[in-house]
């Protein structure tokens, strides 16, 4: 019923910058935090940022100050914004949100499918 298709991926440059959306569409009632995850090869998935329904926002230490979260929640749309990226930024980056379909009582977990994202040196 929820899908969330992630876009914005690609190859850069370090130093260079690229801007990740994810849309989720659905019978959708409410989104609640929503946030974006990456995994490189041979490592376990880590959360890179995270907005709450409020719009407070977490970052990992590894991207902070480079690296900007932000929503809409009128178009159920999530971005990261990816500054001064570095080749350990590499990654396939995951989008992430819970959401309480409609006619539901409670929220689930739904992940996009992923969009890599390459930076050279």
Do not use: H
Request: net charge positive.
């Amino acid at each position: 019923q929820v899908q969330l298709v992630e876009s914005g991926g690609g190859l850069v440059q370090a130093g260079g910058s690229l801007r990740l959306s994810c849309v989720a569409s659905g019978v959708i009632f409410r989104i609640n935090a929503m946030g974006w995850f990456r995994q490189a090869p041979g490592k376990q998935r880590e959360l890179v940022a995270a907005t709450t329904a409020g719009s407070s926002t977490n970052y990992v230490d590894s991207v902070k100050g480079r690296f900007t979260i932000s929503r809409d929640n009128a178009k159920n749309t999530v971005y990261l914004q990816m500054n001064s990226l570095k080749p350990e930024d590499t990654a396939v980056y995951y989008c992430n949100a819970n959401i309480v379909v409609t006619g539901k009582g409670y929220a689930i977990d739904y992940w996009g499918k992923g969009t890599l994202v390459t930076v050279s040196s």
